[in-house]
Nanobody
Framework: QVQLVESGGGLVQAGGSLRLSCAVS????????MGWYRQVPGKQRELVAT???????NYANSVKGRFTISRDNAKNTVYLQMNSLKPGDSAAYYC??????????WGQGTQVTVSS
């Protein structure tokens, strides 16, 4: 069974930084896009950032210039470096992996809380 193991969430003051990691427990056939989404209670899950196999990235406008997504293909791991955090960034962050057939895998979520 495929598992996505997330780590790095926590409590941080506004202006601080956190780094999220998501490691795939075993090989997913032909991983394509890796990404991060976030969700607050009562709202839909929203895209934060994605990165393709060749390194092309896409960011939500709200995090551009503050967050950086990266991946290590050899380790099947994706990272999200979050700088200049704001209280509005508080959410549960979910790792997402999509293979070339379009099948999606989700992590269990890691909580990020930014205090003002």
């Amino acid at each position: 069974q495929v598992q996505l193991v997330e780590s790095g969430g926590g409590l941080v003051q506004a202006g601080g930084s956190l780094r999220l990691s998501c490691a795939v427990s075993r090989n997913i056939l032909r991983i394509n896009v890796m990404g991060w989404y976030r969700q607050v209670p009562g709202k839909q899950r929203e895209l934060v950032a994605t990165i393709t196999t060749d390194g092309s990235t896409n960011y939500a406008n709200s995090v551009k210039g503050r967050f950086t997504i990266s991946r290590d293909n050899a380790k099947n791991t994706v990272y999200l470096q979050m700088n200049s955090l704001k209280p509005g960034d508080s959410a549960a962050y979910y790792c997402n992996i999509q293979n070339v057939l379009g099948k999606n895998y989700w992590g269990q979520g890691t909580q990020v809380t930014v205090s003002s």
